[in-house]
């Protein structure tokens, strides 16, 4: 895989890829094998402020573009990436280490379809108006212009690279926006590969600058008083520090971050389905997605049902190279969060937990032995205020617990300082909607889990975020509206 993968990764500012000087370059590993897999630049304070002031020469005119230029260039985008996919794959499963079926059938996939959702939704956009008759007895036409923010600063972490920059950068473009990207130090390549699709279609110079490095060029860019918002994707702690960053500026921030999500099981569910559905949700991406399920909730009769179907399956996962079409488990993302998955193994083993499996390192042959790998793992036995059951553990974990009824399992589920998401598993239609709705989250599944349309609003309430991101909602965040006033 190393041949197809540009292992030298640039700034990208006004058009350009940056030639670096070789002191200010770091490594980048495999988390795979542990092996390091190529250099990135990272950027100084110098080339934030350059990337920022190129932005915002560039959105003059790109915020001036017929909107009908702007969505079909982010439709040729979405070809061009189609035409690219083996590459943007290659890269992916490099920086990330995650099975290639999996980069292929989601990460990869969202890209094109990220561009092409936004493309329509911008497209059909309307704006609000109203006739107004006053008390005394006037007639007024109001109408809301929405106008592109200028600089958006797009920050995003190391889980699904492509996927959630894509999920930003495409709407901030077709409403007129430019960016400057920051991704996660460890998953640069794919940034870089889209900055050549975005070049290659005909994007502006400046319009989209990406700048590498580790979360003190994060900083520098959330500082820098040319930045007209943040969306920022990662974690809670850092979340708070971004809002810091701009409160000085006060300038408007859009927050999706950590989760301890909740999954509810009734005694009614269909066992295979929710088996399978549970699966999905605590071990995709070896649990590195914000949306995973980390707390089982089990009603008490299905209880051992469930605990014994999902240890099989955990037992059933393939760890092996993320290039083997038959893996479907990767290893983490670096050997600093393996510790701290496993100090979550050690605190559940000291709270007294039963492990039904995993619990330590796997191991494995070869060269996959210098990877960051972790064994998928269940536990029982553990109560609601554990901090291995309040705090995100962000791995192939879950605890399971059980409860006996619908009240119970509510307050069970709501009882956290998170609010992504949850999944109701039951074959009772109107519990399903009652307890769906009582979620205080952001998205509430019945039956299914990470089931999207890219329409609907994305994001978390409580330490989970702020905002929502998705169709109206990324238009209102990416938009500063004026509302035109004309007395009839
Ligand atoms: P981090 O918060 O550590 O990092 C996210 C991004 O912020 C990275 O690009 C990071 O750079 C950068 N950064 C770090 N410090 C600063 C700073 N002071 N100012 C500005 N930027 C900074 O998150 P992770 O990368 O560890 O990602 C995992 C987290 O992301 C989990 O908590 C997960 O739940 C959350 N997440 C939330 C999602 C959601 O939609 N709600 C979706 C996916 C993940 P660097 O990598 O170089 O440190």
């Known amino acids: 895989m190393a ?121 059909a956009a309307g704006q609000e108006s109203f006739i107004t008759d006053t008390v005394d007895g006037r007639r007024a036409l109001n109408y809301v212009v929405r106008k592109p923010l200028g600089v958006v600063a797009v920050i995003v972490p190391w889980n699904l690279p492509l996927l959630l920059l894509t999920w930003k950068v495409a709407p901030a473009l077709a409403c007129g926006n430019a960016v400057v990207v920051k991704p996660s130090e460890e998953t640069p390549s794919t940034a870089a590969l889209l900055a050549e699709v975005l070049s290659e279609v005909g994007l502006p110079a400046g319009v989209f600058n990406v700048v590498h490095g580790r979360g003190d060029v994060g900083e520098f860019l959330t500082r820098h008083p040319g930045i007209a918002g943040v969306t920022f994707t990662g974690s809670t702690a850092t979340g708070s520090r971004v809002m810091s960053a701009v409160s000085p500026r006060v300038r408007p921030v859009s927050f999706e971050l950590g989760g301890k999500n909740a999954a509810i099981v009734f005694d009614d569910a269909d066992l295979d389905d929710t088996l399978n559905g549970l699966t999905r949700s605590i071990f995709t991406n070896t649990g590195q997605v914000c949306l995973c399920t980390e707390r089982v909730y089990v009603q008490r009769g299905v209880f051992d049902d469930i605990a014994d179907g999902l240890t099989k399956r955990a037992l059933e996962l393939t760890l092996g190279h993320p290039t083997d079409k038959v893996t479907t488990t990767g290893p983490l993302i670096s050997q600093a969060h393996r510790e701290k998955v496993l100090r979550y193994f050690e605190l559940a083993q000291n709270s007294g937990a039963e492990v039904l499996v995993g619990g330590g390192i796997p191991e494995m042959s070869g060269e996959l032995n210098g990877g960051f790998w972790i064994e998928p793992t269940l536990w029982t036995g553990l109560a609601n205020d554990d901090a291995v059951v309040r705090e995100e553990i962000f791995g192939p974990v879950a605890a399971l617990i059980p409860f006996d009824d619908e009240q119970e399992a509510v307050s069970l589920a709501n009882d956290t300082d998170y609010g992504l998401a949850a999944s109701v598993w039951t074959n009772d239609l109107r519990r399903g909607h009652r307890v769906a709705q ?13 089931l999207r349309d890219l329409r609907s609003p994305f994001g978390g309430m409580n330490l989970s975020g702020i905002g929502r991101e998705g169709g109206a909602s990324s238009l209102h965040f990416y938009t500063d509206p004026t509302n035109v006033c004309v007395q009839l």
């Open 3 to 123: 041949e197809t993968v540009d292992r030298f990764v640039r700034n990208f500012i006004g058009g350009e890829f940056i030639d670096p000087a070789e002191s200010s370059c770091y490594d980048n590993f495999d988390p795979a094998t542990g092996a390091a897999l190529g250099r990135v630049h990272a950027a100084d304070t110098e080339l934030v402020d350059r990337a920022v002031v190129a932005a915002r020469e560039a959105v003059s005119t790109w915020s001036q573009t017929p909107v009908a230029e702007r969505v079909a260039l982010l439709r040729r985008a979405a070809d061009r990436i189609e035409e690219r996919f083996d590459e943007f794959v290659a890269a992916e499963v490099g920086d990330t280490g995650k099975p290639v079926t999996q980069a292929r059938a989601l990460d990869v996939r969202r890209a094109p379809q990220n561009f092409r959702s936004f493309a329509d939704i911008v497209a």
């Open 438 to 450: 009582a979620m205080n989250v952001g998205m509430s599944w019945v039956n299914t889990w990470y």
